[in-house]
């Protein structure tokens, strides 16, 4: 019987800017959105950006998790890239060889997860743990991050108006060998409707709070005999009254949900749920809670169920 599949490390690298959101001269130009965002319904405060380019913060991010398990070179079988922020040009290869190159990964086969939005990084790993338990890979590396020029193409309102985007990148190592949290299941949504800019909000949350449905009972049956309840939600960090509404739809209570990170780091894309991830373990390296991790794109949601970091089995 194969092993299950676990992440064995994780970590995060900020841009090297911290700015304030109430700076944002696009965010000022519409003072209702404004006052949502940085009101006590949105939550954001403070926001991230770099001179360098997304590659930057990718391998920095990589390089810490590489560093810190025994994990070889040589026994990385697959890099999965979950972003949206490479060259829109056949210089996207040039760009992850380099990044394979400078990571020192002799073997693995690079690709790329994309067209999910801030969905992409929790499809890769759910992807990447499949694989590794199946044995097709030994270890996968799992790397997201974004810059908000590329990603967002210039803007940082995003998100339909319910987040402030700032720029990072995240990894992960996945692997059946050594301590981690074991992933015990994974569901998808997609719903195109929403990829509509112009449905009235009223119809926007319909669909959100529909899909969310859908997105739970999915994991549920999934996850089937490994199902257990989570202690802790790591969604993506958009404005926290959205957040509090969904989820406790489906169940989850504000006091289940990690919403610190929205007023120190703004939205990093993608990357959220794992930098959440990786804040939650800091915080609480003892507590060892089950966590869910949440990446909610305009129309996908993705949902992956880790066990607690004791959970061996």
Aim: charged share 20%; net charge negative.
């Amino acid at each position: 019987m194969n092993r299950p599949a676990r992440i064995l490390a994780c970590a995060y690298e900020l841009g090297e800017h911290s700015e304030l959101a109430s700076d944002l001269e696009e965010l000022n130009q519409t003072p209702q959105l404004r006052d949502f965002l940085l009101g006590e319904d949105g939550g954001f405060h403070t926001i991230r950006s770099t001179d360098g380019s997304v590659l930057e913060l990718m391998t920095a991010a990589a390089e810490k998790v590489l560093a810190s398990t025994g994990v070889i070179p040589e026994e990385i079988d697959a890099v999965l890239l979950a972003t949206d922020s490479l060259a829109r040009t056949r210089s996207a290869h040039d760009e992850v060889r380099t990044l394979a190159t400078e990571l020192h990964l002799p073997v693995a086969t690079p690709s790329t997860v994309g067209l999910l939005d801030c969905a992409a990084p929790v499809v890769a790993i759910a992807t990447a743990a499949a694989m590794v338990e199946k044995g097709i890979y030994r270890n996968a590396l799992v790397i997201s991050g974004d810059v908000a020029e590329i990603a967002a193409e210039g803007t940082r309102i995003v998100a339909g108006g319910s987040a402030v985007a700032s720029d990072a990148g995240a990894a992960v190592l996945i692997g059946t060998e050594g301590p981690g949290r074991t992933v015990l299941g994974a569901a998808f949504d997609y719903s195109p409707d929403l990829i509509n800019e112009d449905l009235p909000p009223h119809q926007q949350l319909r669909l959100r709070i529909a899909a969310q449905r859908r997105l739970h009972g999915q994991l549920k049956k999934t996850t089937g005999a490994w199902w257990r309840r989570p202690d802790m939600v790591l969604p993506s960090n958009l404005a926290r009254r959205l957040l509090i509404t969904y989820l406790d739809d489906v169940g989850y209570r504000e006091d289940a949900l990690f919403l610190e990170n929205i007023a120190t780091h703004g939205h990093c894309l993608g990357s959220d749920p794992l930098i959440n991830l990786v804040d939650l373990q800091t915080a609480h390296p003892d507590e060892g809670a089950t966590c869910l991790l949440m990446g909610l794109g305009v129309a996908h949601s993705a949902a992956l169920l880790l066990g607690s970091v004791d959970d061996q089995d």
